[in-house]
């Protein structure tokens, strides 16, 4: 694996893998499901959509497959009222290289990871229950599109880990990025009080952004839910879906928050 992302090949791909292509010279990554037969299975732009209202929404518009003006005859139509579809590889991919997310990664290995959306701390479930997951969705949609709280990138990771942020910034490490990079100069700006050499501001500047990505990791959140792929799309829609805190801790111990239905 490298430091920046992890480059596969198309014949070490397995059912249940997330994987993802950058688009944009690099300021975005697309991410999907492969599920086997050469389909890959992803959340795009195409349904309904909440947009930043910023230069941002111009950046992200290629997260999606290229437009190609012949229809590709392996690849289904999007379903408009949710953005969710089957593609082909070549078409998920449309002329950039493929790479694998990767899960449970080691603390030192995913803070060596200078960008966001490349790996988790998160643990994968098995990949036939990925796969269930993704083609679920696939006919029953992921909600409305959102960049911040609900893009790709949180389509894959739920597919993965059945993970769901309720309420915030959602489980992309791309999004988290976004935002990290103008957090960590803002809040490192009144440490110039305290050193003003520009080397110590930058060590300064990077230390909080590794910060903020690691407590916004999904496998470190504790704003999360277990939730089964059949009752995700039901709950979302009628806002039964909440997540809260446990009341006494136990022996000190991380404990994972309780889903609540009303």
Not at 11 to 33: C, F, M, N, Q, V
Not at 52 to 81: F, H, K
Not at 204 to 225: L, N
Request: net charge positive; hydrophobic share 40%; charged share 15%.
């Amino acid at each position: 694996m490298g430091l920046l992302s992890n480059r596969v090949t198309r014949e070490s791909l397995k059912p249940g893998d997330h994987i993802y292509s950058w688009r944009t010279a690099y300021i975005y990554a697309h991410h999907g499901i492969y599920v086997g037969d050469d389909k890959v299975i992803h959340f795009t732009r195409r349904g309904q959509e909440v947009g930043t209202g910023t230069v941002i929404d111009l950046l992200l518009i290629s997260s999606g497959p290229a437009n190609s003006r012949q229809s590709c005859p392996t690849c289904t139509a999007p379903q408009e009222a949710h953005g969710v579809f089957s593609s082909c590889l070549n078409c998920f991919l449309a002329g950039g290289v493929l790479y694998r997310f990767e899960y449970a990664v080691s603390p030192t290995l995913f803070l060596a990871k200078a960008r966001g959306g490349t790996c988790t701390l998160a643990v994968s479930d098995q990949n036939d229950i990925v796969v269930h997951r993704a083609k679920f969705l696939h006919e029953n949609g992921f909600g409305c599109y959102n960049v911040f709280k609900n893009n790709c990138e949180d389509f894959a990771i739920y597919c993965k880990t059945g993970l769901l942020v309720v309420q915030g910034i959602g489980q992309s490490g791309q999004a988290v990025s976004i935002i990290g990079g103008p957090l960590a100069a803002v809040l490192s700006t009144p440490l110039r009080l305290v050193t003003t050499n520009v080397y110590g501001m930058a060590a300064t500047a990077i230390g909080v952004y590794c910060a903020s990505r690691y407590a916004a990791d999904i496998g470190m959140r504790r704003d999360v839910a277990k939730v089964q792929v059949e009752d995700l799309t039901g709950r979302l829609t009628t806002g039964l879906l909440q997540v809260v805190e446990p009341q006494i801790p136990v022996d000190h111990a991380r404990q994972s928050p309780q889903l609540v239905t009303q």
